[in-house]
C-alpha cells in the first residue's frame, strides 16, 4: 500500500543537499570560531592574547618581588666605599635562548646613602621562560669580594676586644654582614607562590573581559 500522499510528497522534497551545505556551512564557522579561541589563548602577536596578558602579569609581580629582595640586600651589605652595593642588580633571562634583560641596578656611596633603580616595568612580550637573578660582583686584586663577604665575613657586632679580632674580619656598619643576598631571598621565597597565583587570576580576569562576549557568540 502506497504511503499517504502528503508523506510521500514531503520525502520525496526533503532538500538533503540544501541541508549538507548549510551543515558544511555551519561546521567551517565553527572552525572558525575554534581558531579564533585558540589565537585569543595562544598567539604571538595579539598584544590581548592569554599567553602574553600571562607574561605580562607574571613578570610585573616578578620584577616587584625581585626588586623588594635586592633592596633589602643591599640594606643587608657592607660597605665602605659603595663599590659592592652598586655592583647589586636584577637580570631577566628569557625563553630558551636566555635573552638577557636588566630588570634592576643600584647606585651607592661610601656614606651607606643608596638607591635602586627600576628599570623594566614589565615584559610585554612572549616568553615561554622567565629566569630572574639577583646578583653582586666586585673583584678585587683577583679577589672576589663580593663572594667573600657573603660567605666569610663575620657579621657586625659591638667591637670585642682586640685581641679577639686577630685573623678575624666583621662588618663595619650595624645590620650589615653575610649572607645578605640568600639571607633576603630564603626570607622571602615563601610570597613567590601568592604572587604567581594573584598574576594568573589578573591574566584571566583581564582576557574574559576582553575575549569573553566574542567566545560565548561563538558558541550559539
Keep these: 500500500m502506497p504511503p499517504p500522499r502528503g508523506v510521500g510528497a514531503y520525502a520525496g522534497e526533503y532538500p538533503v543537499k540544501n541541508y549538507r551545505t548549510v551543515k558544511n556551512r555551519k561546521l567551517k564557522e565553527m572552525d572558525a570560531d575554534i581558531k579564533a579561541v585558540v589565537d585569543s589563548l595562544i598567539s604571538l602577536t595579539d598584544r590581548n592574547s592569554f599567553y602574553r596578558l600571562l607574561v ?7 620584577i616587584d618581588f625581585c626588586i623588594y629582595v ?5 640594606e643587608r651589605c657592607p660597605y665602605e666605599k ?16 636566555r635573552t638577557s634583560h636588566l630588570i ?16 623594566v616595568d614589565t615584559i610585554r612580550k612572549v616568553a615561554n621562560r622567565i629566569e630572574a637573578e639577583i646578583s ?3 673583584i678585587d686584586k683577583g679577589i672576589d669580594i663580593a663572594l667573600w663577604t657573603h ?14 679580632q686577630k685573623g678575624r674580619w666583621f662588618a663595619r656598619q650595624v645590620g650589615t654582614g653575610p649572607k645578605y643576598l640568600s639571607g633576603p631571598v630564603s626570607e622571602n621565597r615563601f610570597r613567590i607562590q601568592g604572587l604567581m597565583e594573584k598574576a594568573t587570576k589578573r591574566a584571566i580576569k583581564e582576557y574574559n573581559q576582553k575575549h569573553g562576549t566574542r567566545i560565548r ?3 550559539k
Design 104 to 119: 634592576a641596578d643600584v647606585e651607592a656611596d661610601s656614606s651607606g646613602n643608596f638607591t635602586v633603580n627600576r628599570l
Design 217 to 219: 557568540r561563538g558558541k
Design 136 to 138: 653582586f660582583e666586585r
Design 70 to 74: 635586592l633592596r633589602e640586600a643591599v
Design 82 to 97: 659603595g663599590e659592592l652595593r652598586g655592583s647589586g642588580q636584577v637580570n631577566f633571562y628569557l625563553g630558551t635562548g
Design 151 to 164: 660567605e666569610d665575613l663575620l657579621p657586625w657586632v659591638p667591637r670585642p676586644k682586640r685581641e679577639s
Design 56 to 62: 605580562e602579569y607574571i613578570s610585573k609581580e616578578l
